[in-house]
């Protein structure tokens, strides 16, 4: 089985697909790694120089490697893998996947955000925490249609990233 974490951007998808990774002893993959490493460039450099429209395209085109050729792996999207293409058909239909959603309030998802917003591409402009918030609060609706799609969702709250991990492995079972 592949385990799939989605989640809005700062969500803790990385942290905890590691954390599950050695808690399972499976492998992990984290999509946007897999793209900087192909193209060899950051993701924001490649928003940057390539543009959004390619990089979606090069997310779709990764997505269905990485999910065709794994299957006992964790698998960390990037915020907006779901909400793109045929992104979720290809989730769907791969075989024994559960996806989990890490869910996360708009107000704790802003706070984290607005530190780390210069590596991400999508919210960088904001230099108000207001503005980001009423960004990520309109985003965030739009894609929770595709997030709340998932096999099992996690309340993110103030649990630790290693509880999370231990909560999904038990509801999983
Ligand atoms: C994006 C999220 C990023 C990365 C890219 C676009 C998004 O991944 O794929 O910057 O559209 O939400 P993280 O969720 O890992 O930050």
Same mark, same amino acid.
């Given at each position: 089985m592949n385990?799939?974490?989605?989640g809005?951007?700062?969500s803790?998808?990385t942290?905890v697909?590691k954390l599950?990774?050695?808690?399972l002893?499976?492998?992990?993959?984290? @999509?946007?790694?897999?793209?900087?490493?192909t193209e060899?460039?950051?993701?924001?450099d490649?928003f940057?120089e390539?543009?959004?429209?390619y990089?979606?395209?090069?997310?779709?085109k !990764?997505l269905?490697e990485?999910?065709?050729?794994?299957? /006992?792996r964790i698998?960390s @999207?990037?915020g907006?893998?779901?909400?793109?293409?045929?992104?979720?058909d290809? @989730?769907k /239909?791969?075989?024994? !996947?559960k996806?989990?959603?890490?869910?996360?309030?708009v107000?704790?998802?802003?706070?984290?955000?607005?530190e780390?917003?210069? !590596?991400r591409?999508?919210?960088?402009h904001? !230099?108000?925490k207001?503005?980001l918030?009423?960004?990520?609060r309109?985003?965030?609706?739009?894609?929770g249609?595709?997030?709340?799609?998932?096999?099992?969702?996690?309340?993110v709250g103030?649990k630790?990233?290693e509880?999370i991990?231990?909560?999904?492995?038990?509801? @999983?079972?």
């Open positions: 385990i799939v974490l989605c809005y951007m700062g803790g998808k942290t697909g599950l990774s050695s808690e002893n499976v492998d992990f993959v984290d @999509l946007d790694q897999v793209i900087v490493e060899k460039m950051a993701v924001s490649i940057k390539k543009g959004e429209i990089f979606r395209k090069l997310e779709n !990764t269905k990485v999910i065709s050729s794994a299957e /006992n698998i @999207l990037g907006g893998t779901p909400c793109y293409g045929n992104n979720m290809v @989730l /239909n791969s075989g024994e !996947t996806m989990v959603y890490l869910k996360m309030s107000e704790a998802l802003t706070d984290r955000l607005f780390e917003k210069n !590596t591409p999508v919210i960088a904001y !230099t108000e207001k503005d918030q009423d960004f990520v309109k985003h965030l609706f739009e894609r249609y595709y997030y709340l799609q998932s096999d099992l969702i996690v309340e103030n630790s990233p509880i991990a231990k909560e999904i492995v038990a509801a @999983l079972n």
